[in-house]
């Protein structure tokens, strides 16, 4: 998988960030990099709020 590094330097994680703020910030990630996959926890928690995986974000 491909690292953006130009889009890791201009979006970075808050501190502590609530469960809105990571879900919004892996669906970015998803659209700008390819580095790494949705962690599965995640994944799971937007699957229940019926928010979908983008394919580049899963195996």
Known sequence: MK???DWHLH???PENPTMEQR????LA?????ACREIPA???EEMK???IELPQTAIK
């Open 3 to 5: 690292l953006n590094k």
């Open 11 to 13: 979006n970075i994680m």
């Open 23 to 26: 879900i919004a910030w892996h």
């Open 29 to 33: 990630h998803a659209q700008h990099c």
């Open 41 to 43: 926890k995640l994944a």
């Open 48 to 50: 229940k709020r019926n």
